[in-house]
């Protein structure tokens, strides 16, 4: 990704418009001389605006159940609420880690239109998806979900096999109930293929500098993702912390993410508000 590609940092002030009402004069600003975890970043070609830090409800997330989702409803959404207080934008939630009515508690106090909301659909069939889009937009109490992925592809050929699955995004996004699409893989094979495909317009992907938990090592990784930056689509970083392999090499993480240049944005699930407040500082600093 092209270093003007980065956003200026964005002061949060009390009144600041968001998303569709917001003006951002400073689009083609200056890269910063360090990166915020509050920087303000385009998704690929989508348009979609975001901070560059998504609040993660996932960690070690299925089931209908995460490390987050433990914090009971009110207490993810006081953490929720907290990272919006600091002037995090950007949610990424799914439907297998059980956080959609946490996400609905938190939207009680934040604002819909100043918050991206990402979720993850496992439906195969177009059946399914459309039942999921119903129940999704139930849960999370909103009329329209911004990033809409399907969850853990593994097929190297779910672009055909799958294709009536991706026909009703298609149409979601045609009738405004979400505004971009997408998926996450969890294989080489289905991310070679989401690189090639133009259906793809948001990839979350899973990248650190060991290679844990990710679809295969890192320069291969890197290679699918700088062509998905070449085709316009928007990424966001997964596993930057390596599901916890890394927890104790926090700033080479961090450090190895912000300085891929491949990476809009990415997602780490902190599980108290100290922690979120520490990560935010870490991000900051190890680009100072």
């Given at each position: ?6 956003l200026g940092k964005t002061a949060w002030g009390v009144g600041t418009a968001w998303l569709d009402s917001m003006t951002l004069p400073s689009l083609a600003a200056r890269t910063p001389a360090r990166f915020s975890a509050t920087d303000v970043v385009t998704l690929g070609k989508t ?122 995004l298609s149409e979601a996004k045609a009738k405004g109930l979400i505004r971009v699409h997408g998926c996450s893989c969890h294989s080489i094979g289905a991310l070679r293929a989401a690189a090639k495909e133009p259906w793809v317009e948001v990839d979350l992907a899973r990248i650190n ?80």
């Open positions: 990704m092209k270093r003007r590609e980065f348009g979609l605006q975001s901070t560059r830090l998504a609040m993660g409800t996932g960690t070690v997330g299925f089931n209908h159940s995460s490390n987050q989702a433990k914090l009971g409803i009110q207490g993810l959404a006081d953490l929720l609420w907290a990272g919006y207080d600091q002037g995090l934008r950007f949610i990424d939630c799914a439907d297998s880690y059980g956080t959609h009515p946490h996400v609905a508690a938190a939207l009680k106090r934040i604002p819909r239109g100043k918050v991206t909301i990402l979720t993850k659909s496992w439906a195969r069939d177009a059946a399914g998806m459309r039942a999921d889009l119903d129940r999704f937009r139930r849960e999370l109490a909103t009329d329209h979900i911004d990033i809409l992925l399907m969850h853990c592809l593994t097929a190297a050929d779910w672009t055909t096999r799958y294709r009536s699955v991706m026909d009703v500098p060991i290679g844990s938990h990710m679809d295969a090592d890192s320069e291969t990784v890197l290679s699918a993702l700088w062509e998905m930056r070449a085709a316009g689509k928007g990424i966001i970083g997964m596993k930057i912390l390596g599901e916890g392999d890394m927890r104790h090499r926090q700033d080479e993480a961090l450090k190895y993410a912000l300085s891929s240049k491949v990476l809009d944005a990415f997602t780490i699930g902190a599980e108290s508000r100290a922690e979120q407040t520490d990560l935010m500082r870490r991000i900051a600093a190890v680009t100072a």
